[in-house]
Each structure stands twice: as C-alpha cells, then as structure tokens.
C-alpha cells in the first residue's frame, strides 16, 4: 500500500492550509488537487519494482514540508512555495500512471504521433507541391517527439499544433480520393500515388487516435 505516500501528502496538505497564500483561487486550486491525490494514493498499491520511484517520491515530498515549514512571509517564499506544489502535483499524477501500468501505453502515443507525423512530410510534398509547410514544421515535430521521450508535459502542445496540420492534410488527400473515386479527376499513373493517396486517406484517424492518447494520458507527462 501507499500509506506513507499519502501521509507524506497529507503533511504537505497540513502546511499548504496554514500558509499565508494571498491568491486565495489559487489556493484552493491546489489543495483541490492535493486531497484528490491524498485520496487516490490511500488506495493505491505500489510493486516492489517501484520502491525506488516511491522512496524519490517520498524525499520530494518530505523537501517540500520542510520548505513550507521553515516559513512562507514573502512574496518569494510564497511563490516558490506554489511552483514547488504544482511540481508535486504533477510528479504525484505521473507516479500513479506509472504504479497503476497506464503509462506503459505512452510508447503507442509516442509511435502513432511518429508516424502521423512521417505521413505528413511524405505526402504533404505532393499534394501541394510544395516543403515549405513540413520544412516550417520540421522543428516543432522533432522537439515534440524529444519531449515526449523525456516524459515533458511540453511536449502537448508542440504535438497539437503538430496534429492540426495533420488533419489538414488527411483532409485534403480524402477529398482527392473522393473526387478519383467519382471520376472527377485522373487516376494515378503508377502505384506509388495509390499508396501515396492511402497513406493520406488515414492521415486523420491515425492523428485522431494519437491525439485521443495524449489526452487520456495527459497525467502521465510531467
């Protein structure tokens, strides 16, 4: 069980209601999230292959108490103390992903935005003749991907702004197979544009699907 885990929480809980925060919203937004997460790791079960995770887990939260203790009258110590809280929340969130087994399916999202974003700088080219848009887009990918490897909460929206030009450029190559299937325009010459047009036909499920990972596995970034 997570029992020292959630009384370490809930030391940190302790201090968080006693510290002279000004930004009374901000306040109660955290310790909103701390008391779910209180709740979550009192019935949480932890495997001996993450005792490690579980002990780092513990020293942050232990280093964070201490700091709340030591005294919070500046503006300074406050806001640190805050940045410090939301830091732990997000650690909190991803540990339970990780006792739980859910952040196994991280590498799924991590190949499906691969290869959505492989289709992209494949097809893209040659529907509108064009690399200026993939060369643009070039970075935020390959940053994106980088992120999502180191488990960087950074990595979202690099990624969503990755996926709307994906889902433009399914668009396009599903409305060019429509209008070849209704003999609106010439058929391709070779199979190499067959597959081509296949490629981009699945362009948008396949970001769709990643982009519905990374929101179900949003908690597992920190």
Same mark, same amino acid.
């Not at 030391?11 to 909103?32: F, H, Q, S």
């Not at 887990?57 to 110590?77: C, N, Q």
């Given at each position: 069980?997570?029992?020292?885990?959630?009384?370490? &929480?809930?030391?940190?809980?302790?201090?968080?209601?006693?510290?002279?925060?000004?930004?009374? @919203?901000?306040?109660?937004?955290? /310790?909103?999230?701390?008391?779910?997460? %209180?709740? &979550?790791?009192?019935?949480?079960? *932890?495997?001996?292959?993450?005792?490690?995770?579980? $002990? =780092?887990?513990?020293?942050?939260?232990?280093?964070?108490?201490?700091?709340? %203790?030591?005294?919070?009258?500046?503006? =300074?110590?406050? @806001?640190?103390?805050? $940045?410090?809280?939301?830091? /732990?929340?997000?650690?909190?969130?991803? %540990?339970?992903?990780?006792?739980?087994?859910?952040?196994?399916?991280? @590498?799924? !999202?991590?190949?499906? #935005?691969?290869?959505? =974003?492989?289709? #992209?700088?494949?097809?893209?080219?040659?529907?509108i003749n064009n690399v200026v848009v993939p060369i643009l887009f070039f970075i935020p990918? *390959?940053?994106?991907?980088?992120? /999502? @490897?180191?488990?960087?909460?950074?990595?979202?929206? /690099?990624? #969503? !702004?990755?996926?709307?030009?994906?889902?433009?450029?399914?668009? +396009?190559?599903?409305?060019?197979?429509?209008?070849?299937?209704?003999?609106?325009?010439?058929?391709?010459?070779?199979?190499?544009?067959?597959? &081509?047009?296949? !490629?981009?036909?699945?362009? *948008?499920? +396949?970001?769709?699907? =990643?982009?519905?990972?990374?929101?179900?596995?949003?908690?597992?970034?920190?």
């Amino acid at each position: 069980m997570a029992r020292d885990v959630k009384d370490a &929480i809930d030391k940190v809980l302790a201090e968080l209601e006693k510290a002279p925060i000004n930004d009374g @919203r901000t306040k109660d937004a955290l /310790l909103k999230d701390l008391r779910e997460m %209180s709740h &979550i790791y009192a019935d949480l079960k *932890i495997g001996k292959p993450f005792e490690e995770q579980k $002990k =780092s887990l513990l020293d942050y939260l232990t280093k964070v108490e201490k700091k709340a %203790s030591e005294g919070l009258e500046t503006p =300074s110590s406050q @806001r640190a103390f805050i $940045k410090s809280i939301k830091t /732990l929340d997000r650690y909190l969130r991803a %540990s339970v992903q990780d006792f739980t087994g859910k952040s196994k399916s991280l @590498r799924f !999202l991590h190949i499906s #935005f691969i290869a959505s =974003s492989v289709i #992209f700088f494949i097809t893209w080219p040659l529907m509108i003749n064009n690399v200026v848009v993939p060369i643009l887009f070039f970075i935020p990918t *390959i940053v994106g991907i980088m992120a /999502l @490897r180191n488990r960087s909460r950074s990595a979202l929206p /690099l990624m #969503f !702004l990755c996926y709307i030009i994906h889902v433009l450029n399914g668009a +396009l190559w599903s409305r060019y197979a429509l209008a070849l299937l209704m003999g609106q325009v010439a058929e391709p010459g070779s199979w190499f544009y067959i597959v &081509i047009t296949v !490629l981009g036909c699945i362009q *948008i499920p +396949l970001a769709a699907f =990643s982009a519905t990972l990374a929101v179900l596995l949003r908690d597992a970034l920190v």
